[in-house]
């Protein structure tokens, strides 16, 4: 899988790690947290001031307390089904509720036809098969930048 | 008229380019069916029993005769020579192939058409009262309003993949002729003290669990209608239903969390995501208002000549209604003769009804949500000269309003989801009753009919509706009474166990009989009638042996 925002592919800088090795890194900055996770070690990062990613499925709810967002630098919201238009609202929420800077990431069911409106409801990067690259970036060629919405 | 900006041109044109797109990684593998399908049905593209069926867009049901032209084009080129106008103000055409779609798109851009969300999970085209702009009651004229909606709701990156289809109605007027409360929001201009705004109501809407809306907001000002809308819509999107497709229309959301609650969460979206860009100033509304001017309409006739033809005076009685100008004529064309299907029209009817559009009605035609079309403006004089026109292409059927003006959807005769077939229901229905005085002494009565549960042909808000169901693979049909989809709205009561085929017009012939037994003045109309001395009396009448 490769990373890419609206012009090319992206370094990926965050680590997704299984549960055993999770549990012994002694650092965990730049993992890649999902919801479970990160409820966890959510004390531990606030005290270590640690910068995180986190990810969600589309179907969990996204609940923060005050300063949790200035730990995480990334949150992927991983569509389960590409027909659940939830994502494209919770990352209207991130952007304009909370304010959110960091990068918002999409990954999981998606499709390359979906990349402009990911892009416009403020999603950053997609994660995706290499093989599909082109597609992706070839289907960004039919947006003129003329919207009707503001 | 509306008329397209360059921005609206090159929107439409690009999204013309990517479908192509779409069809050619469809055909090439690329896209499997299952990924292809939301995308094929946000351009209005679906798969039937038979073949594809294309639903084009005709936002708030205004074409003009070259619009109208253009589609009989189509449906010679690349269909079979008719289209079917829609409850939903659409026009669909059942026989194209899929590699024309795309070719098909194009030709319609060419008159500033489209087929965008006229299917799928997202908002759909916004209907309105066919008498908008027309009528002296009305408060404002709602299609500006619908276009401002148009436009607002078209790609919107939030909610293109909405849990269910969505679909909003405006009227200007008290008396409701766009079913605004069986739509998922529904929207009537009104006057409080001096200003006007909006009531607004949400979560109405047919199918297997029929509702009617609550009103949400007793006065929306205008300059907030978007951002209101769109805290609707953020709502339903976050939590309506995803997990069964028969439970995810707003009206479950709205009645699983009860309408305080649910208000609850819109206000708090209005107030958090509250967009000043959206917010719509004086003169953006001033400047759409522009497109919607009557035409210059010049002095004439008081009235329309009593012409001494008792086919014309039953249809000039019936099909035409007074104008806001006095020396003006509404002509509503009724597309339910006994030759065809409700709602059809031959390409031969549509390029000579553009032609008599044109000659009378300044080029206008609108399409109803009962399947019926309009010229809006014809001079009270040329009114006899126009029926002579419409009486040549058997469009000059005086039913308006009568038993025979049905709403029928396709049924199993072209829909894969049908359980019966509904359209020679409506033709029985249609032959039965073709006696012009019998149709009359019955008065205002309307028979809508579905083929499924789905309710496409709105059967529960029909006076008398009827559902076609599958009993062992034969057809009966499920009679409900009462329903209205006007502003006294209201679902339809089973009447009991369901009629066959052979049976259904004996019974439909009783409750006619129990009807006219039953009202206490001439002109009673039906629901009157029902609703004062309830079902039983039908029910009774129906199921009676001896």
């Known amino acids: ?150 | 008229m509306y008329k397209y900006s360059e921005i609206d041109k090159k929107i439409v044109a690009n999204r013309v380019k990517q479908f192509k797109n779409q069809v050619d990684r469809r055909l090439s593998g690329k896209l499997t069916e299952d990924e292809f399908k939301p995308l094929r049905l946000m351009n209005g593209l679906y798969l039937q029993l038979h073949a594809y069926m294309l639903r084009v867009a005709i936002p708030y049901g205004e074409l003009s005769s070259k619009q109208l032209r253009q589609l009989a084009f189509i449906a010679d080129k690349y269909d079979r020579g008719y289209g079917h106008f829609t409850t939903r103000q659409n026009i669909q055409f059942n026989w194209p192939k899929l590699p024309d779609v795309p070719e098909i798109l194009e030709e319609l851009s060419k008159v500033e058409m489209h087929a965008i969300q006229t299917s799928g999970n997202c908002i759909r085209n916004i209907s309105a009262d066919h008498l908008a702009g027309l009528t002296i009651e009305e408060i404002e004229d709602p299609r500006p309003w619908c276009e401002i909606i148009r436009k607002w709701s078209t790609f919107h990156p939030e909610f293109s993949f909405l849990p269910r289809k969505f679909k909003i109605a405006v009227t200007g007027c008290s008396e409701d002729r766009a079913a605004i409360l069986v739509h998922d929001i529904g929207l009537r201009l009104i006057k409080d003290k001096g200003d006007i705004g909006f009531e607004v109501f949400v979560g109405g809407g047919q199918g297997r669990s029929p509702y009617i809306a609550k009103k949400i907001k007793n006065f929306l000002p205008k300059k907030d209608l978007l951002n209101y809308l769109e805290a609707i819509l953020t709502t339903y999107n976050q939590l309506g239903r995803r997990d069964n497709i028969y439970k995810a229309r707003i009206k479950i959301l709205l009645n699983e969390l009860g309408i305080e609650k649910f208000k609850e969460f819109v206000e708090e979206n209005f107030k958090r995501f509250s967009n000043k860009k959206l917010i719509l100033d004086k003169s953006t509304i001033k400047n759409i208002f522009k497109f919607f001017k009557l035409p210059s309409l010049k002095p004439g006739l008081e009235k329309v000549p009593e012409i001494k033809n008792s086919l014309f005076l039953e249809w000039k009685n019936q099909n035409v209604l007074p104008h806001k100008h006095p020396n003006y004529s509404i002509i509503l064309v009724s597309l339910k003769s006994n030759e065809k299907p409700p709602g059809d029209a031959s390409s031969i009817q549509m390029r000579k009804l553009a032609d008599i559009a044109d000659k009378y009605s300044f080029g206008e035609i609108r399409v109803t949500h009962e399947q019926n079309l309009v010229l809006p403006h014809v001079e009270n004089s040329r009114v006899y000269e126009i029926w002579n026109e419409l009486l040549n292409i058997n469009l000059a059927t005086p039913n308006i309003g009568l038993i025979t003006d049905t709403i029928c959807c396709p049924g199993m005769d072209y829909c894969a989801l049908a359980t019966a077939r509904s359209i020679p229901i409506s033709q029985k229905i249609t032959d039965h009753f073709k006696n012009y005085s019998h149709q009359k002494e019955i008065g205002d009565l309307k028979i809508k009919i579905s083929g499924c549960i789905n309710a496409c042909g709105h059967h529960h808000v029909g006076n008398i509706g009827i559902l076609g169901l599958d009993r062992k693979g034969k057809e009966f049909y499920q009679i409900t009474l009462g329903g209205s989809a006007k502003e006294n709205a209201s679902i339809g009561q089973i009447v009991g166990p369901s009629f066959s085929e052979k049976d259904l017009m004996g019974a439909i012939e009783k409750i006619i009989k129990v009807y006219k037994k039953n009202k206490i003045y001439e002109k009673e109309d039906f629901l009157s009638v029902f609703k004062r001395i309830g079902i039983k009396k039908f029910k009774e009448k129906l199921y009676d042996n001896n």
């Open chain 1, 1 to 150: 899988m490769i990373i890419i925002d609206k012009i090319s592919e992206r370094k990926n800088e965050f680590i997704e790690l299984p549960d055993e090795k999770l549990s012994k890194k002694t650092s965990l900055e730049n993992c890649l947290l999902n919801l479970f996770h990160w409820k966890e070690k959510k004390k531990e990062i606030h005290e270590k001031k640690i910068k995180v990613a986190l990810k969600i499925n589309s179907d969990e709810e996204l609940i923060f307390g005050e300063n949790d967002l200035r730990y995480i630098k990334m949150i992927q919201i991983n569509f389960l089904n590409f027909k659940d238009g939830r994502p494209f609202t919770l990352a209207k929420k991130l952007r304009k509720k909370f304010l959110y800077k960091g990068e918002i990431r999409a990954s999981g069911n998606i499709l390359p036809d979906q990349f402009v409106f990911l892009l416009r409801c403020g999603f950053d990067t997609v994660e995706i098969k290499e093989m599909e690259k082109d597609t992706w970036l070839e289907l960004l060629e039919f947006d003129d930048g003329l919207y009707y919405q503001p």
